[in-house]
């Protein structure tokens, strides 16, 4: 199934740079394995540096909510999601029954 997750970054007042750095790096190496295994499927950020949304393939929600309590950040993020189902009018859908 696929998800998708909005993430709002709230870093603790008074956390150090080099904490920041260090769970930012551990963060995108968190993220290349998750897209390594299929889980990640494309990440957005917005103009607004503190949010972002993602794209996710999980079997269930509690894989997801397993593979997103990882992050690095975790405990950093504001995290909604949504639980996402093909639709009928969906461009690709209709590619793909309407093809030879």
Not at 20 to 34: C, D, G, Q, T
Not at 75 to 91: A, R
Request: charged share 25%; no cysteine; aromatic share 8%.
């Amino acid at each position: 199934m696929e998800y998708l997750v909005a993430f709002e970054l709230h870093i603790p007042e008074g956390t150090p740079d080099s904490a920041v750095s260090s769970r930012f790096a551990a963060e995108a190496a968190a993220a290349a394995n998750l897209a390594e295994q299929g889980h990640l499927v494309r990440l957005w950020k917005s103009p607004e540096e503190s949010r972002a949304l993602g794209l996710f393939r999980a079997d269930n929600r509690a894989e997801l909510d397993a593979l997103l309590a990882d992050l690095p950040i975790y405990d950093w993020l504001h995290l909604t999601v949504t639980g996402l189902e093909p639709h009928p009018n969906d461009p690709r859908v209709l590619q793909e029954t309407s093809a030879p």
